[in-house]
């Protein structure tokens, strides 16, 4: 592993019922910037209420050579309290090295305010067992100095935290607005859902339309790349808008998850959810990873069609038929008829990318041909370019001082054009298919 930064020196620490969160701590720590150097695990059924690990344990990793302790489990304000004093280190447990990976990632106005929300939420009831232990040993100032200063400064959480959810509700409704006037347009929205690190951002660069490398999101192999929503065309679809935007992962705090709500109503919102799925990873981990988002899916209320994509099957040992079978016997109650076809892909090998376009066009509503004949008078641009925007294809002719156009456009679009189109005096026909 290569050296994290300054400062950065961590043991990781776990007991044996949370054994099997280790692969993954190591995972987020290893993205956040933090160098793992020792690993100490006791065998113990339940968390010592007061350390997380036994006493003596603590005393032995507050021994070590390191900066930070690191749980793989969430601790409670009280247990972060006495392994910092114990210790003299300092003590993240998940929810923080999470937080920490998303500030390093934010970078957009809404992602970062966002991140601090959360950043504040998780803070508060750290401060407030800070506070009553510093009141319980009667150590005025206790970490800051003056007469508890850190008082205030809970107060003052609580205002920015106020502050900025009126900021970030005001970019969820700047958001809506250009949803609506997207659709307004004719655009269909398609969004790319599925756990952290599972090949979102991948498989967004190889649908989107684009020649130029700045338009390509970052990828890296590296957990919660994506923190902003990302909007781009979809290559070689009628009108698509796909975006990517924050991943899921398991077992967040009610709270955190809350706070990025706002951002996964691009995925709630959407005509089409793309929910991709690891492949490569172990049987079962793919079965609690495709039920935990489908679970978030329903939460939010997503009414979309959701096209379950397995990624990486250039790395999966399973045959695909199988993987079908098992992931159509995974889908949990309240799903009947919104699960549309199963596509394996490999976003990074460009497999199956071709299937997702195709299927995704055949999911939009069916085309109607059209032919208008519009007589050429002032102000017919703006007819035209409204008319352009609506169409999948479209031909055009002048002569004898009409417009004669022939294309094909939604069903729900050619009524609309139609009443237009008579309204200055023109023809419109529907053609028989």
Not at 22 to 48: F, H, N
Not at 117 to 145: C, N, T, W
Not at 179 to 190: I, N
Request: aromatic letters at 6%.
């Amino acid at each position: 592993m290569e050296p994290g930064p300054a400062g950065k020196r961590t043991a990781l620490i776990w007991i044996s019922r949370d054994k099997h969160l280790v692969p993954e701590m190591q995972e987020l720590c290893s993205s956040a910037g933090y160098e793992i150097i020792e690993e100490i695990g006791q065998g113990k059924r339940e968390a010592d209420p007061r350390y997380y690990l036994g006493p003596g344990k603590i005393e032995e990793v507050g021994e070590l050579d390191v900066d930070n302790i690191v749980t793989v489990a969430d601790l409670t304000p009280s247990q972060l309290f006495n392994i910092s004093h114990k210790t003299s280190k300092k003590v993240s447990d998940r929810t923080r090295v999470i937080l920490d990976l998303f500030q390093n990632r934010a970078n957009s106005p809404e992602a970062r305010m966002q991140v601090e929300i959360a950043d504040l939420r998780y803070q508060l009831p750290v401060l407030r067992e800070y506070i009553h232990q510093g009141k319980l040993s009667e150590r005025p100032g206790f970490m800051a100095g003056g007469e508890y200063k850190i008082d205030y400064y809970f107060d003052m959480i609580k205002k920015r935290i106020s502050q900025l959810k009126g900021k970030v509700e005001g970019e969820r409704k700047r958001r809506g607005r250009k949803r609506a006037l997207r659709r307004r347009r004719g655009a269909h929205l398609v969004s790319i859902a599925g756990y952290t690190n599972a090949g979102k951002s991948t498989l967004l660069n190889q649908i989107i339309e684009t020649n130029r490398e700045d338009k390509l999101t970052d990828v890296g192999g590296r957990m919660f790349t994506t923190i902003s929503t990302t909007t781009r065309k979809m290559k070689g679809s009628r009108g698509c808008l796909v975006s990517d935007t924050v991943g899921f992962i398991r077992d967040l705090p009610p709270w955190l998850l809350e706070g990025f709500m706002s951002t996964l109503e691009e995925i709630f919102e959407a005509d089409i959810v793309l929910l991709v799925l690891d492949a490569s990873e172990d049987q079962e981990l793919l079965k609690r990873k495709l039920k935990d988002s489908l679970s978030i899916l329903l939460k939010g209320g997503t009414e979309g069609e959701i096209i379950i994509v397995p990624n990486k099957i250039d790395s999966m040992d399973n045959d695909i038929d199988e993987l079908r079978e098992l992931i159509l016997d995974s889908v949990p109650d309240g799903f009947e008829g919104r699960i549309g076809p199963i596509v394996p892909i490999s976003a990074l090998e460009g497999l199956g990318i071709q299937d997702i376009i195709e299927i995704v066009n055949s999911t939009l509503p069916p085309l109607v041909e059209i032919e208008f004949e519009i007589p050429y008078e002032n102000n017919i641009e703006s007819l035209i370019i409204d008319l352009r925007q609506h169409v999948n294809d479209i031909t055009e002719e002048f002569r004898d001082g009409e417009i004669h156009i022939k294309c094909s456009m939604e069903d729900r679009w050619a009524g609309h054009f139609k009443k237009k189109v008579e309204s200055r005096g023109g023809e419109a026909r529907i053609l028989d298919p």
